[in-house]
């Protein structure tokens, strides 16, 4: 990231994913002094969990076994969909 936004640097507890993340929507920002931290890194988080929920779900399939056997949507599903929300609410404030 260029030096103008070093002061707009991510939260040293964010993954390397989230991290990518947050440079890109400071990098697009109007006003990225405007963006407050801990819910730039909440966005952040529920971007790469979407993320990862949908490669689960690419890599292991819409429908997984239960612990007895039996058929069921995968849950990486429902955590994606939850996660997707979160974003549409999060990105209202920095999109």
């Keep these: 990231m260029s030096d103008q936004f070093d002061q707009f640097a991510a939260p040293e507890h964010l993954s390397d994913e989230a991290r990518e993340v947050w440079d890109s929507v400071i990098a697009e920002a109007s006003n990225p002094a405007y963006i407050a ?50 974003i549409k609410g999060w990105a209202e404030k920095f999109l």
């Design 37 to 86: 931290a801990d819910e730039l890194a909440a966005y952040c988080n529920a971007v790469v969990l979407e993320r990862d929920c949908a490669r689960r779900v690419r890599e292991e399939g819409t429908i997984v076994a239960d612990e007895r056997g039996r058929p069921i949507a995968h849950p990486a599903i429902a955590v994606g969909r939850q996660a997707q929300q979160d």
